[in-house]
């Protein structure tokens, strides 16, 4: 990627475009790049930017283009009107409604929506970028190198990563499905799709259990919701990957804390930690 661009000039390699007559205003809380709300002749759009350093997070956002556009066209998830993978440059529209809140997955009836969104994603076509967690688990390993306090520790990550067998089930994935990515109108969709690649569909779910620290009670009941009845390999399937997603979450979060440190990122560090010890 080149270097970031700011928004208007974004903007204008958008075809037919004239930034100058956009309305546009910051977001909070992206993790990995910029995200600014646009006002363009009275319709909103999203409008995301990569940030120096992304290319450390290991995105491919081609593969994100190509399943976001089948996630609208199922009616899961937002319009893609431009996008130049290169550049850092993802345009779509905006979806109106209530962002989750963390009480949102608390609750049984939630959960039986977000099972039904879980199954609309995972019927999507599958794209052909198959995640190999190993992989990513070693490259984020070598790029924390020899640094005093998180290396060793990703080491261990990368063990429990390299253990997970590959029971070869694979679905398209979301694989960043938390509340804040979901959007509720009446209907629930996502957002933030830039993680999605082909990969084990009980990932999906193993983000929502270990993100939100669901009891087992909400987990099973999340997995029975989604597989109508979960028998013991399901249950195995998840445990399995519920390890994954902790020990990538860790490794996630102290490459991010190199890149762009931040008090928070050491505590969620240090909590995550102690659940994979």
Request: hydrophobic fraction near 40%; proline fraction near 4%; include cysteine.
């Amino acid at each position: 990627m080149s270097s970031p661009l700011d928004p208007r000039a974004a903007l204008a390699v958008v075809p037919g475009w004239n930034p100058s007559i956009a309305s546009i205003e910051e977001l909070k809380g992206g993790l990995t790049n910029r995200t600014f709300r646009v006002t363009y002749e009275d319709a909103h759009y999203a409008l995301r930017l990569d940030v120096e350093g992304s290319d450390i997070l290991r995105f491919d956002r081609t593969c994100e283009a190509t399943i976001m556009h089948a996630a609208h066209a199922s009616g899961i998830g937002p319009e893609v009107v431009y996008v130049d993978a290169e550049a850092g440059i993802l345009l779509s529209r905006f979806l109106p409604g209530r962002t989750w809140a963390a009480q949102d997955i608390e609750s049984d009836h939630q959960l039986d929506r977000l099972a039904d969104l879980l199954r609309a994603v995972h019927r999507l076509p599958i794209c052909g970028n198959r995640v190999h967690y190993s992989k990513e688990a070693a490259a984020y390993e070598t790029f924390l190198g020899e640094r005093q306090g998180l290396h060793t520790f990703a080491s261990r990550c990368l063990d429990i990563v390299r253990s997970t067998p590959d029971r070869g089930i694979i679905a398209c994935c979301h694989n960043d499905i938390i509340a804040r990515n979901i959007i509720d109108n009446g209907v629930i969709k996502l957002i933030d799709w830039e993680y999605a690649s082909d990969n084990d569909p009980l990932f999906d779910i193993a983000c929502v259990i270990g993100f939100h620290e669901l009891d087992d009670r909400q987990a099973d009941y999340l997995l029975d919701a989604y597989a109508g009845g979960a028998g013991t390999e399901e249950r195995e399937r998840l445990a399995e990957q519920q390890r994954t997603y902790d020990a990538l979450h860790w490794l996630w979060f102290a490459a991010r804390q190199l890149v762009l440190p931040d008090a928070a990122q050491v505590i969620e560090l240090e909590r995550l930690q102690q659940r994979i010890r």
